[in-house]
């Protein structure tokens, strides 16, 4: 090999130390997905072992998803205040710490604990690792760094339940928990080693705390009235109503507060443009179908369609096949095609998915793993333009707020929606029960005696009743995924009311790439590419903002 080729080659490839920190990086955002995805494919497992129902086990999913988006509002400021590399460490060490609940634990008060602290890690986590993947990657690859935020946060949560249903199917459900520990150790241990400690960049800037204990006493109380409304029968118990008037008082008490905060902890005034606030649904919808939506799939698969929960959580795998390829390649595509069209072919596709997927005892596994394909893509192109919407027209001096609040939004919205599916579902599913019951009550127990002549009559009207809520609970699914369809289409129309994305800086020729907004909201100056098409460079204040 010549000189020149081995120039060239190491130019085109980042050193080893670089590659082993941004592995590290990677592994501590794929850990906070993975204690999130786990938990998809488990939810009857964890009905099972701790004696609750179906519609408790989604608490693991709304605890977990409240905690990440209150832990994403204080998380620029804590790296700040204690130094990047002390701030990875107590987030990863308060994962590991918060997930022991779910391996040891036989209370489901405790887990759901565990499972808040966890996610409130995770929020730690997810603005600080995409500032430190895009920070300390050598000039040539920033532009990757910034891909690489997106797919570590997506991957876990579309690979992982099928992983996870595989883990429970052969050994045990708390398995799937344990696997957080040795990737966890290992990305604090790489990260320890390679991250610099800077004690003198701490800045001491002061946070709104009682901003952020408004809103998180806010978002508590309408996700407490989300997960009991069917418990407490929803407006006719005098608990809902005295909550739901709480939390009005207490989302009143948050948006005067931050309305007159000089520094409030999430910039409502951005809540004025349109093209943030138009697509806040369509952000909400897309997450609360990929968490909640697909959760409650995969339960209904195994609980309705006697799929095991290596099955279920497999036929969701084909979401990775056509999403993450679709993400890393999304900031090129964006290059070319306008982001209100290509998040419009997001949402036409899960309006496909939603008309034409079937969940019955009868559904091929093959029709449910191109159902899942067709998800896949829709969610490939997800993220990415509904963010080239949201961050238009936005000079790059506040992305960083408008990050903080767009993931805020996403995730909490998110929380929301997952209760909300699983109360609907239910009930919907109670509604087919009786109209089952009252349409031919007796044409079941004519089936069974013919094919079961065995069993007494009360083994019969036993079995019969089981028949009944399992056919119930299948066609809830079946509306269910019609209502996807059509919120799919509605959430569409509200996007082409934004207006056209304007996609340049002052003085800046080129189109704005998602890549470079990205290291925008991170708060660093992004690498700004030569003219030529041969070759890029890096002026030396963008070399010094990256590896300062």
């Given at each position: ?34 204690s999130l ?5 488990m ?16 608490w ?10 209150l ?38 008060s405790l ?5 808040f602290?966890?996610?409130l890690?995770?929020g730690?986590?997810t ?17 990757f ?10 991957l ?9 249903g ?7 459900w708390?398995?799937?928990?344990l ?44 996700q ?21 008037a709480?939390?009005?008082i ?48 995969v ?12 099955l ?11 999403g ?9 595509i964006?290059?070319?095609?306008g982001?209100?069209?290509l998040?419009?072919?997001c ?13 019955n ?8 793993l ?20 949201m ?12 990050a903080?609040l ?12 997952s ?18 019951a ?11 005696a013919q ?7 009360t ?20 509306s269910m ?28 020729k ?5 890549e ?11 690498i ?21």
């Amino acid at each position: 090999m010549t000189a020149s080729t081995q120039t060239s080659l190491s130019s085109a490839l980042p050193d080893l130390p670089a590659l082993l920190l941004g592995l590290g990086l990677s592994g501590g955002m794929v850990v906070a997905s993975w204690s999130l995805a786990w938990s998809i494919p488990m939810l009857p497992y964890l009905a099972g072992a701790y004696s609750t129902s179906l519609d408790h086990a989604v608490w693991s999913l709304t605890f977990y998803l409240m905690a990440w988006a209150l832990g994403v509002v204080p998380a620029t400021w804590l790296y700040r205040r204690i130094g990047e590399l002390r701030s990875f460490q107590l987030s990863i060490a308060l994962l590991l710490l918060a997930t022991l609940p779910d391996v040891l634990s036989n209370n489901y008060s405790l887990f759901l604990v565990g499972r808040f602290f966890q996610g409130l890690a995770a929020g730690f986590l997810t603005p600080l690792i995409r500032r430190l993947l895009i920070q300390y990657a050598p000039p040539k690859w920033q532009g990757f760094a910034a891909d690489l935020s997106i797919v570590n946060l997506v991957l876990p949560l579309l690979a992982g339940p099928s992983l996870a249903g595989w883990i429970a199917y052969n050994w045990d459900w708390r398995a799937a928990p344990l696997l957080t520990f040795p990737v966890g150790m290992l990305a604090l241990g790489v990260c320890s080693a390679l991250i610099p400690a800077r004690d003198s960049e701490r800045h001491k800037a002061p946070f709104d705390w009682i901003g952020l204990a408004l809103l998180a006493l806010a978002a508590g109380s309408v996700q407490i009235l989300l997960n009991r409304g069917e418990d407490w029968n929803w407006w006719d118990s005098q608990r809902f109503q005295g909550l739901t008037a709480l939390g009005a008082i207490f989302s009143i008490a948050f948006f005067v507060w931050e309305r007159h905060h000089p520094q409030p902890c999430l910039d409502l005034s951005l809540l004025r443009r349109r093209n943030f606030v138009l697509p806040i649904p369509a952000l909400i919808f897309g997450w609360g179908l990929l968490l909640g939506g697909n959760s409650l799939f995969v339960s209904a698969l195994i609980t309705q369609a006697g799929y095991t929960a290596y099955l279920a959580g497999l036929v969701l795998f084909p979401m990775a096949l056509t999403g993450v390829p679709l993400i890393a390649m999304m900031s090129r595509i964006s290059h070319s095609i306008g982001p209100r069209i290509l998040a419009s072919v997001c949402f036409l596709l899960v309006a496909l998915y939603g008309f034409s997927t079937q969940i019955n005892r009868s559904s091929s596994l093959d029709s449910l793993l191109l159902a899942h394909l067709i998800e896949g893509a829709a969610l490939g192109f997800y993220l990415v333009p509904l963010s080239l919407i949201m961050f238009s027209r936005l000079p790059s001096n506040r992305l960083p707020a408008a990050a903080t609040l767009q993931n805020f939004v996403r995730i909490l919205g998110g929380a929301y929606l997952s209760s909300i599916f699983s109360a609907l579902w239910l009930r919907h599913g109670s509604y087919f029960r009786a109209h089952l019951a009252w349409q031919s009550p007796a044409a079941p127990l004519a089936e069974l005696a013919q094919n079961l002549p065995e069993i007494n009559s009360t083994e019969k009207a036993a079995v019969d009743v089981h028949l009944l809520v399992m056919q119930s609970l299948a066609l809830s699914m079946q509306s269910m995924l019609a209502l996807w369809g059509l919120m799919a289409l509605l959430v569409l129309a509200l996007l082409w009311f934004t207006k056209a994305p304007f996609r340049r800086r002052p003085g800046q020729k080129r189109r704005v790439t998602i890549e470079q907004e990205i290291v925008e909201s991170a708060d660093l100056i992004p690498i700004r590419k030569a003219a030529t098409t041969t070759s890029s460079s890096v002026t030396d204040a963008d070399t010094s903002s990256v590896h300062a």
